[in-house]
């Protein structure tokens, strides 16, 4: 098994936090895991990325010019990304940030209403957790209790009081994501 991730928005939305916690998971699971950032000087508000990949083998290279998966939280990112989803594979978005939706009929699309279901819990952070929490519906590569158990080791213990409402958010995700049909 292996799953070759992009995950691509603004800074600030959570990117490369996202991609870290799915990194730790797979690692608590005993996966082989690559995790390769990418930001322009502006973390916050520009746009950010991040490609990690999980497998059961060992993996020889970082690099990847196609994936298995898409997480876009953003119309820069769709316009990019959208093309490099290998035929058969799986994108992911928020229509928050998205102008024009995807077009592709090659590939699943799915779409999270991520952004309005952190606000209505009262916890605009969780954003990206309630994204992960769609993907961990999907890709069943780790589970919520590997996400939970990463962050306890990651976190710093001032910060374990966050789990709770964290595990929130990647429930939530679950429940809400929707294939999108292809017209």
Known sequence: MTEEIIISGFGGQGVLSMGKI??????????EVSWMPAYGPE??????????????ERISSPI???FDTAIILNQPSLDKFEPLIKPGGTLIYDGYGISHPPTRKD?????????????????PK????????????????????????????TLPE???HLIPANEEALRRGM?????????
């Open 107 to 123: 590939i699943s699309i799915y779409e999270i209403a991520a952004m309005d279901a952190a606000a209505e819990m009262g916890n």
């Open 175 to 183: 429940e809400i994501i929707r294939e999108r049909q292809n017209d």
């Open 22 to 31: 799915i990194a730790y998971s797979a690692l608590m699971k005993g996966l």
């Open 64 to 66: 990847l010019s196609t």
């Open 43 to 56: 973390q916050r508000g520009g746009t950010a990325n991040v490609t990690v990949i999980v497998s059961t």
């Open 126 to 153: 969780g954003f990206n957790m309630v994204v992960l929490g769609g993907l961990l519906k999907l890709r069943q590569f780790i589970s919520v209790e590997h996400v939970l158990k990463a962050l306890r080791k």
């Open 158 to 160: 001032r910060h374990h």
